[in-house]
């Protein structure tokens, strides 16, 4: 099989009269009348078949073939498996559509899986230092909007004193316990920070009508510090949010936003899954210290009857109120 076209030498424009033949299965040979020009078919560029544009064929060492489209020349690209372009592209189209379907499937895998493991790996690698520090510098961030505890020095030390003695009869925690006590007009509410801090306002400790009622709330607050939670959800934005500028090539203030991460995350409250932890938490060991979980069900049923518009982080998934004041009793 030959066909008739031009070829031109490597890095020439001069054109000569040529043929190709094509009767190898495995190698071309441009035949001219000064030359003949073999290359293997496999290091032979075909250029893409589009319209009725003529073929170039284009040798290895730089020799190149051009010839109009003939029914013979179809024949041979078909069966070198030179299809049409469409025919790439639908071909192009496909691996296009199945790497878009993989790489959703990753980037879901890996939100969906891997990163609520590799936060929990994480959370629990971090240093006790960076954990206590990284509380230190959400509670900065929250303390420009908090004002001083109203409660005597007196009061708050009884707080600490009980707390440190009953922490003496549970399982130990991961960081040791720092009760702090501020001022909101956000109303009766308490966050567990990074390491350990626990912040309890004013306002809650006033709508508690009893020890065990505030006890309560505390070893809720405990309860996220016990599962590391804070961490966890600091680590998972982190991670996202690192992943996130990898993706998109934005990575202004990663790091340094960790604070203000932190505090976005205490008023977002705790998924509904960490809630029930810290309840079930609470719940044990109020039954371990006051031998009954009656009072945290009181706790939160004081809370209900409050008309005010904040829901606190301890009652973030409000729809499930009478869920976790009936869990809280049985
Ligand atoms: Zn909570």
């Given at each position: 099989m030959r066909f008739q076209g031009s070829a031109f030498p490597p890095n020439s424009s001069v054109r000569h009269a040529a043929e190709l033949d094509a009767s190898s299965s495995t190698s071309l040979?441009?035949?001219?009348?000064?030359?003949?020009?073999?290359?293997?078919?496999?290091?032979?560029?075909?250029?893409?078949?589009?319209?009725?544009?003529?073929?170039?064929?284009?040798?290895a060492d730089g020799w190149m073939f051009v010839a109009d489209r003939t029914p013979q020349i179809n024949e041979w690209l078909k069966r070198n498996k030179r299809?049409?372009?469409?025919?790439?592209?639908?071909?192009?189209?496909?691996?296009?559509?199945?790497?878009?379907?993989?790489?959703?499937?990753?980037?879901?895998?890996?939100?969906?899986?891997?990163?609520?493991?590799?936060?929990?790996?994480?959370?629990?690698?971090?240093?006790?230092?960076?954990?206590?520090?990284?509380?230190?510098?959400?509670l900065a961030s929250?303390?420009?909007?908090?004002?001083?505890?109203?409660?005597?020095?007196?009061d708050q030390e009884q707080i600490r004193t009980r707390v440190s003695h009953y922490l003496s009869q549970i399982?130990?925690?991961?960081?040791?316990?720092?009760?702090?006590?501020?001022?909101?007009?956000?109303?009766?509410?308490?966050?567990?920070?990074?390491?350990?801090?626990?912040?309890?306002?004013?306002?809650?400790?006033?709508?508690?009508?009893?020890e065990q009622q505030l006890d309560s709330i505390i070893?809720?607050?405990?309860?996220?510090?016990?599962?590391?939670?804070?961490?966890?959800?600091?680590?998972?934005?982190?991670?996202?949010s690192v992943g996130v500028s990898l993706l998109t090539g934005e990575n202004s203030g990663v790091i340094d936003n960790?604070?203000?991460?932190?505090?976005?995350?205490?008023s977002n409250g705790h998924s509904r899954e960490a809630e029930m932890e810290a309840d079930e938490y609470a719940k044990h060991n109020m039954r371990v210290i006051y031998g009954s979980s009656e009072?945290?069900?009181?706790?939160?049923?004081?809370?209900?009857?409050?008309?005010?518009?904040a829901i606190p982080e301890w009652l973030n998934s409000h729809p499930d109120f009478d869920e976790r004041i009936e869990a809280a009793r049985n």
């Open positions: 040979c441009i035949v001219t009348e000064e030359e003949t020009v073999y290359c293997e078919v496999a290091w032979v560029e075909v250029s893409a078949p589009v319209g009725n544009l003529p073929i170039r064929f284009k040798f299809s049409s372009f469409v025919e790439k592209m639908e071909t192009k189209r496909f691996a296009w559509l199945l790497s878009v379907v993989c790489c959703i499937g990753v980037i879901v895998g890996s939100y969906v899986y891997l990163l609520p493991w590799l936060s929990e790996k994480v959370a629990h690698a971090v240093p006790d230092t960076v954990a206590v520090a990284l509380g230190d510098k959400v929250l303390d420009e909007h908090w004002a001083p505890s109203e409660l005597s020095t007196l399982e130990p925690l991961p960081y040791s316990v720092d009760i702090v006590f501020r001022s909101s007009e956000m109303g009766a509410n308490a966050f567990a920070l990074p390491g350990g801090k626990i912040v309890v306002l004013d306002q809650m400790v006033k709508l508690a009508a009893n070893l809720h607050e405990l309860g996220h510090v016990h599962h590391r939670h804070m961490l966890k959800r600091l680590v998972h934005s982190s991670i996202l960790m604070a203000g991460v932190g505090v976005f995350l205490l009072a945290m069900a009181e706790m939160f049923e004081r809370f209900s009857q409050q008309e005010e518009f």
